[in-house]
């Protein structure tokens, strides 16, 4: 989904990182990791933590969204802007993932998950690479994430987390039971797109990137450092 932002216009003069979590891509699970959402948020959290003075807007989509909402506090506190596209908030809108709720491991991975591989793959534009998924790791994320989105914990992180943040989603997925409550504000719509958003819309969803993360909402004007990164360097890390 992000292999084009180095590409776009709009990005120029920032410096673009795509973490590649373990299980699913390049970076195989190490020994012992369990593969559910916090586990991923503490990979996310030691690399944030890397370039200490820099000012790091980070963008997650989907599943990666949920897993941003686990950073720690202070964590989230440090980042310019959160801007989450599509995130799993809620279990009506899982999606896929929902078909691992009642199976075990042995079953996703002779049916469901071949069943995910050849619906995603099917797509003419690139999606997610299922030929370098983990199917363990699939299963682990899936069965994690329906298990913080049962009840409201990632709608009310999202609600109080510490720093700028927007929920970016397709308009074709307007129906969406999160947006009916999060404030109309932090929400922005991307034209002819459903989930996929930067396959669907890739304009759309880049050329609303450098308004974003310049925005200032409206908690911040009232709370002008309320827990916002003090030290600001020219060049911005997204």
């Not at 593969?35 to 997650?60: K, N, Q, T, W």
């Not at 987390?161 to 409550?181: I, K, M």
């Not at 999060?182 to 991307?190: G, M, Q, S």
């Not at 880049?206 to 990164?229: D, E, I, K, T, V």
Request: aromatic content about 8%; proline content about 9%; some cysteine.
């Amino acid at each position: 989904c992000w292999r084009d932002a180095w590409q776009r216009p709009e990005l120029r003069g920032r410096s673009l990182l795509a973490p590649d979590l373990p299980g699913f891509g390049h970076t195989p699970p190490p020994a012992g990791f369990s593969g559910d959402l916090a586990s991923h948020a503490g990979v996310l959290a030691a690399l944030i933590d890397a370039p200490a003075l820099r000012r790091i807007h980070l963008v997650a989509h989907s599943m990666g969204g949920s897993v941003a909402l686990l950073l720690p506090p202070q964590v989230l506190a440090r980042l310019a802007s959160l801007v989450l596209v599509e995130p799993r908030l809620l279990r009506s809108s899982c999606g896929i993932a929902a078909e691992a709720a009642d199976v075990t491991e042995k079953r996703f991975r002779e049916k469901i998950f071949p069943r995910m591989r050849a619906r995603l793959m099917g797509d003419p534009r690139p999606v997610f690479d299922f030929d370098r998924a983990d199917p363990a790791m699939v299963f682990a994320g899936s069965r994690s994430m329906l298990n913080w989105t049962d009840g409201d914990s990632l709608l009310e992180r999202f609600r109080t987390a510490p720093c700028r943040r927007f929920f970016v989603y397709g308009a074709d997925n307007r129906h969406l039971d999160a947006l009916a409550r999060i404030a109309p504000e932090l929400t922005v719509p991307i034209a002819r797109a459903a989930h996929f958003l930067l396959n669907h819309h890739p304009d759309g969803v880049s050329g609303r990137m450098p308004a974003l993360f310049a925005r200032p909402p409206r908690w911040r004007r009232m709370h002008r450092f309320n827990g916002m990164l003090r030290h600001r360097l020219p060049a911005d890390a997204t």
